[in-house]
């Protein structure tokens, strides 16, 4: 098993393989697990309900360690991280513990008449050894609330959190070891090398969370052994402002999703369109909000964290704009702080006047920086969600309900949240997942277990009476012309 320490300062060009986390070490593991399925323990589900178990106290025991190594990575508060990291999965494995027997019950089906007498039931069986490649924006969240459903389902699994976020990723292999099975559930840490290395081995389902340059690299790979893949991507989520909507209330929702996480949400909204008039009205109480929900200086605020590196930081940096900030940006204002690389600190940072061709719109901004662009009205936001890349959600905040079954209808996208932000993709009931180029499939909940399961049909028939024999060539006589009538 790795045991792969990260020098986070280091480039990843620079970082070898860990000692362990060879080739021929990952070929090891990946037999291990393999034979581990095959020798039936992961079937039961009390076994599954038990494995499920020991995360959930797991979860409790390391607490301490997993929170200080998410403040480590990005700068998260300790109630932040109960939020939206370990509660998230604390509450995925209550569900789906509470719902599993029901959920794997047969389902009952029934084949028609033409095959009468006969009987069916749909059984949902462990798709085997699994695979999941995590992302170090939410580094817990996203690598266990998968893991959730994989356990669930039955499967075998190798943990690949990101390197990106070291300190997660070693609490996280921390935990792994420690607390769960080692038949069931293996860890490897590494980067681009070791994860290159574990795509190479053939697996029953890889479940990436990431950017969709790798997506391709990991479908590619898992194409050379007709391996099934759950891509959750990202891309630019958009989030459209009608006119008559209570803008204090909505600005208040529109600055807790994009500035959550310092912005380094998936689902974060990207960019906002409304009319001049709205974007007028709106944007006191977007600065309103800023203040309230994070201080007047949201450098000293707890619930306000830091960029992943320096990397990033100097990424989104670069897509700001300070002539058209009107909130944050590099320099800072009226007494707060502008950004500072040396913490990694940008402040939520508003731009205006933004035009679709600017930088910040060329891509995900998956920072503290909100882009506003003036449009016509919702069909002109419409037609330029249709001409983008479908997203994983988009947002639409107004009171009028044909227009809200106009965006349900006339855009594509993973979600479609009207008047909230961020909030459903933390429902165990909802499916989370992306559509197009922001992913394919989805999980959370039973969604989840049906990702790391294969819906398999039983069908029996009893030998008598025959009935088949009607359709046996060769076909003659009174056969014939009841199988012509039959088969129009
Ligand atoms: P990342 O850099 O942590 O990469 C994700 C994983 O891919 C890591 O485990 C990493 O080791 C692996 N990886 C990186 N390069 C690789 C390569 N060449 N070959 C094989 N594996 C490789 O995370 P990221 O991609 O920067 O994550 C941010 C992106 O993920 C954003 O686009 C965001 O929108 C998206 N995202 C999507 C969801 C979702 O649920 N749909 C959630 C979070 C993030």
């Given at each position: 098993?790795?045991?792969?320490?990260?020098?986070?300062?280091?480039?990843?060009?620079?970082?070898?393989?860990?000692?362990?986390?060879?080739?021929?070490?990952?070929?090891?593991?990946?037999?291990?697990?393999?034979?581990?399925?095959?020798?039936?323990?992961?079937?039961?589900?009390?076994?599954?309900?038990?494995?499920?178990?020991?995360?959930?106290?797991?979860?409790?025991?390391?607490?301490?360690?997993?929170?200080?190594?998410?403040?480590?990575?990005?700068?998260?508060?300790?109630?932040?991280?109960a939020i939206t990291e370990l509660g998230v999965v604390t509450q995925e494995i209550a569900h789906t513990s509470r719902h599993l027997r029901s959920w794997l019950a047969p389902?009952?089906?029934?084949?028609?008449?033409?095959?009468?007498?006969?009987?069916?039931?749909?059984?949902?069986?462990?798709?085997?050894?699994?695979?999941?490649?995590?992302?170090?924006?939410?580094?817990?969240?996203?690598?266990?609330?998968?893991?959730?459903?994989?356990?669930?389902g039955g499967n075998t699994v190798i943990v690949k959190p990101s390197e990106v976020a070291p300190a997660t990723s070693a609490a996280l292999a921390h935990l792994i070891r420690t607390h769960l099975d080692p038949d069931w559930v293996r860890v490897v840490e590494g980067a681009v090398e070791e994860t290159t290395a574990l795509l190479e081995q053939r697996f029953d389902l890889i479940f990436y969370t990431g950017n969709g340059t790798v997506g391709r690299i990991v479908a590619r790979a898992a194409a050379e052994h007709l391996t099934p893949t759950i891509l959750e991507l990202g891309g630019k989520s958009p989030l459209f402002v009608d006119q008559g909507v209570d803008l204090e209330r909505a600005a208040r929702r529109i600055v807790w999703g994009k500035f959550s996480n310092t912005g380094q949400t998936c689902v974060a909204p990207d960019y906002l369109m409304a009319t001049a008039k709205t974007v007028e009205e709106l944007l006191p109480h977007l600065r309103r909000a800023v203040r309230e929900l994070y201080g007047p200086d949201p450098r000293r605020c707890e619930a306000y964290g830091r960029m992943i590196n320096d990397k990033h930081f100097d990424r989104v940096v670069g897509l700001i704009d300070d002539d058209q900030v009107v909130l944050g940006g590099t320099r800072g204002s009226a007494g707060a702080s502008g950004a500072d690389r040396a913490s990694r600190y940008l402040p939520p940072t508003i731009m205006t006047g933004v035009d679709w061709?600017?930088?910040?719109?060329?891509?995900?901004?998956?920072?503290?920086?909100?882009?506003?662009?003036?449009?016509?009205?919702?069909?002109?936001?419409?037609?330029?969600?249709?001409?983008?890349?479908?997203?994983l959600t988009a947002y639409v905040f107004t009171e009028d309900r044909d227009l809200e079954r106009r965006f349900a209808a006339e855009t594509s996208s993973g979600s479609l949240a009207v008047n909230l932000t961020l909030a459903h993709v933390g429902s165990p009931t909802?499916?989370?997942?992306?559509?197009?180029?922001?992913?394919?499939?989805?999980?959370?909940?039973?969604?989840?277990?049906?990702?790391?399961?294969?819906?398999?049909?039983?069908?029996?028939?009893?030998?008598?009476?025959?009935t088949l024999r009607l359709v046996y060539p060769p076909y003659r006589g009174l056969r014939r012309g009841l199988l012509s009538r039959l088969f129009r």
């Open positions: 098993m790795s045991t792969a320490s990260h020098d986070s300062t280091a480039p990843d060009s620079e970082r070898g393989p860990a000692p362990d986390g060879s080739r021929a070490a990952i070929a090891d593991e990946t037999a291990a697990l393999r034979d581990a399925f095959e020798s039936g323990r992961t079937r039961s589900i009390r076994a599954r309900l038990d494995q499920l178990d020991a995360l959930r106290r797991a979860l409790r025991s390391e607490r301490r360690r997993l929170t200080s190594a998410l403040e480590q990575d990005l700068g998260k508060g300790r109630i932040d991280s389902e009952k089906l029934t084949l028609g008449a033409m095959l009468a007498p006969s009987g069916g039931r749909l059984i949902r069986e462990p798709l085997g050894l699994t695979l999941i490649i995590a992302p170090w924006n939410y580094p817990l969240n996203l690598t266990l609330s998968p893991l959730v459903a994989a356990i669930a061709t600017d930088p910040v719109m060329a891509e995900e901004v998956f920072g503290p920086v909100l882009p506003i662009l003036t449009v016509g009205g919702p069909d002109e936001a419409i037609a330029r969600i249709r001409e983008r890349d479908k997203p909802m499916p989370f997942g992306g559509v197009g180029a922001s992913g394919m499939g989805a999980y959370h909940g039973r969604a989840g277990l049906q990702a790391f399961t294969h819906a398999k049909p039983v069908v029996h028939k009893p030998l008598r009476p025959d």
